[in-house]
């Protein structure tokens, strides 16, 4: 094969694929926000994280806020930290908040319902997870960062 017809065939290929791809739906992603936050369990006003099913809302963190859910105790997983903001239309200004049950956080505007415990969609129209930032544990604090 000579050289011009690689290209060629590299070039058909690309378009090719690029067609193909045309009607699936493509995420936009969550703005993405500078977030090194660090929340001290010992503050009196934090002391219910030191409960399992217990989260915190800060409100001016992360692009529409972030959630902090405590889900166990003594797991390298205890915390999870989501931004607020509605996965269905991510550029807007929808923001979730935690439902009646304390167990989904449920878009006012769309309706969408995603787990607390993990962020996943439990009912659409969202498509994609909450956005999650990493938390890590030491003795007294939680660190939330990207």
Do not use: H
């Amino acid at each position: 094969m000579s050289y011009k017809s690689i290209i060629y065939f590299s070039i058909i290929l690309l378009l090719l694929s690029e067609l193909s791809s045309c009607n699936r739906e493509r995420q936009v992603p969550v703005p993405f926000v500078y977030v090194n936050y660090t929340v001290y369990l010992n503050n009196p006003s934090n002391s219910n994280l030191r409960v399992p099913g217990s989260y915190l809302l800060l409100p001016n963190e992360g692009n529409l806020g972030i959630i902090l859910y405590r889900r166990t105790i003594g797991e390298n997983d205890d915390f999870i930290a989501l931004d607020l903001t509605c996965t269905y239309e991510p550029l807007g200004s929808c923001k979730v908040a935690v439902d009646d049950s304390g167990f989904y956080l449920v878009c006012p505007c769309c309706g969408s319902k995603f787990s607390i415990w993990d962020g996943l969609v439990a009912a659409g129209p969202a498509k994609w997870s909450l956005k999650e930032y990493a938390t890590s544990l030491t003795i007294s604090t939680v660190r939330i960062y990207n």
